[in-house]
């Protein structure tokens, strides 16, 4: 399981590759991309701000991850979550599980 918080990009193909790569227990992937909008609530949006508490916001999204490995059998998850400045179509969020 891994938790990265950081401000730069990243590419979510090479992060699906480097997470199942050596593992012959995974036989399914399921990611999810989230994406900054353009609008909101009818609002425009031309950029949006992301801070956080460091440790607080890793040791959340770990107990998310602990909870849902709990309920379903879960080999591996990985969460990156962006901080810092956004615009509209920059990726906010890559969460990606593997299962056997």
């Known amino acids: 399981m891994t938790v990265r918080i950081q401000?730069?990009?990243?590419?979510?193909?090479?992060?699906?590759?480097?997470?199942?790569?050596?593992?012959?227990e995974i036989g399914a992937i399921a990611s999810f991309v989230g994406i900054v909008r353009d609008t909101n609530d009818g609002a425009s949006?031309?950029?949006?701000?992301?801070e956080h508490y460091?440790?607080?916001?890793?040791?959340?999204i770990a107990e998310t991850i602990?909870?849902?490995?709990g309920r379903w059998n879960i080999l591996?998850?990985?969460?990156?979550?962006r901080i810092g400045t956004l615009r509209p179509t920059d990726q906010i969020v890559l969460v990606v599980v593997a299962s056997g």
């Open 54 to 60: 460091a440790g607080m916001t890793e040791k959340s």
């Open 76 to 81: 591996d998850a990985l969460v990156i979550h």
């Open 66 to 69: 602990s909870e849902a490995r």
């Open 7 to 24: 401000s730069e990009d990243f590419d979510a193909g090479a992060e699906i590759d480097a997470l199942r790569k050596g593992n012959p």
């Open 45 to 50: 949006v031309s950029q949006m701000t992301l």
